[in-house]
C-alpha cells in the first residue's frame, strides 16, 4: 500500500480537527437543550459551526479543482 503524501496527512488532521469541534458542538447543543448554556455562547457556537462548514466547502473546493493534495493553505472565513 502506497504511504501518505505529507500534503494528505495535513489534511487529514485538518478534517480530525474538523471532526473534534463538531463534536464538541455537538455536546454544546445538548447542553442548550437541557437549558444550562447563556445567548453569548450560543452566539459563538453558531459561528463556530458556520466557519467549520465554510473551511469544509473549501477543502472540497481544493480537492474537486486541482490534482494535487491539500497543502494546508486555506482561507479561514471570521
Same mark, same amino acid.
Given at each position: 500500500?502506497? /504511504? #501518505?503524501?505529507? &500534503? *494528505?496527512? @495535513?489534511?487529514?488532521? *485538518?478534517? $480530525? +480537527? =474538523?471532526?473534534? !469541534? #463538531?463534536? $464538541?458542538?455537538? &455536546?454544546?447543543? !445538548?447542553?442548550? #437543550?437541557? +437549558? +444550562?448554556? !447563556?445567548?453569548?455562547?450560543?452566539? &459563538?457556537?453558531?459561528? *463556530? =459551526?458556520?466557519?467549520?462548514? *465554510?473551511?469544509?466547502?473549501? #477543502? =472540497? @473546493?481544493?480537492? /474537486? !479543482? ?5 497543502? +494546508?493553505?486555506?482561507?479561514?472565513? /471570521?
Amino acid at each position: 500500500m502506497e /504511504r #501518505l503524501k505529507p &500534503k *494528505d496527512v @495535513k489534511a487529514i488532521r *485538518d478534517l $480530525q +480537527g =474538523i471532526a473534534e !469541534n #463538531l463534536n $464538541q458542538i455537538a &455536546k454544546f447543543c !445538548n447542553a442548550i #437543550l437541557r +437549558g +444550562g448554556i !447563556n445567548n453569548e455562547r450560543i452566539v &459563538k457556537t453558531y459561528q *463556530d =459551526i458556520v466557519n467549520s462548514r *465554510d473551511f469544509i466547502v473549501s #477543502l =472540497i @473546493k481544493i480537492y /474537486r !479543482n486541482t490534482p494535487t493534495a491539500y497543502d +494546508g493553505q486555506v482561507k479561514k472565513r /471570521r
